[in-house]
């Protein structure tokens, strides 16, 4: 079974800095989808990034983008230009590239931003 | 486009009851997704459906049940409702497509068991 390990309970950063969030897993597949969302106190979660395992390039989505080292079965999400709105839980997720709609999600991490 | 809507969104109920669950997902979506999400065991997954198809299952009780109809609702059922069954449950649709296709979540319902 897959497992997502975030160490990060909790972060901050200061706003228009930089702050780097944490995503282990284990998998004994070769195929398969990454994906960091965003839960906002009492909002709905959204995705922010994602990444295809079988892709080298790491994904970039304006002020985030991810590192993923394939063999290391890291995906970390690193956030620039850090804004008071970017403040929630963010959870690392992993779903097989093999048809099942099944996420499985890293215990989050709760972001701080201060001012 | 209308989002993914959830009802209701609180709800509050006695030890031994059963309690139903909508999920409307997105307009063209034949695929959802339920979970689970309490602070201690974090998110996990329920069920999937597609085309009224249960493709998945979670490591849950029997007590946990769903279904889809013919125009992509959901619902999930909880029977003899447990203390440790409050919780935020969260649906999720998505088109299905290939890749590294984007999964819709809704608001939740948030479940209080007395």
């Known amino acids: 079974a897959q497992t997502v390990t975030q160490s990060q309970p909790e972060m901050s950063v200061q706003e228009a800095e930089t702050v780097t969030l944490s995503c282990t897993y284990d998998t004994s597949e070769s195929d398969y989808y990454l994906f960091w969302y965003k839960q906002p106190p009492s909002r709905q979660m959204i995705l922010v990034i994602r990444q295809e395992a079988y892709k080298q390039q790491n994904a970039t989505e304006n002020r985030f983008s991810v590192n993923f080292q394939k063999a290391a079965k890291s995906f970390s999400l690193k956030i620039s230009d850090s804004q008071l709105g970017d403040a929630a839980m963010y959870f690392c997720?992993?779903?097989?590239?093999?048809?099942?709609?099944?996420?499985?999600f890293g215990k989050g991490t709760k972001l701080t931003v201060n001012p | 486009k209308a989002g993914v809507t959830q009802t209701p969104r609180y709800l509050i109920k006695t030890r031994g009851q059963q309690v139903t669950l909508s999920c409307s997902p997105i307009s063209g979506h034949r695929s959802v997704s339920w979970y689970q999400q309490t602070p201690g065991q974090g998110l996990q997954f329920l069920f999937e459906?597609?085309?009224?198809?249960?493709?998945n299952k979670g490591n849950f009780p029997g007590r946990f049940s769903g279904r889809q109809f013919s125009n992509s609702r959901s619902e999930m059922n909880v029977s003899t409702l447990e203390l440790g069954d409050s919780a935020l449950y969260l649906c999720?649709?998505?088109?299905?497509?290939?890749?590294?296709?984007?999964?819709?979540f809704g608001p939740g319902t948030r479940l209080t068991v007395t």
């Open positions: 999720a649709s998505s088109l299905r497509t290939s890749g590294a296709y984007e999964q819709y």
């Open positions: 997720a992993y779903r097989s590239a093999f048809g099942s709609e099944k996420l499985v």
């Open positions: 459906y597609f085309s009224e198809t249960q493709r």
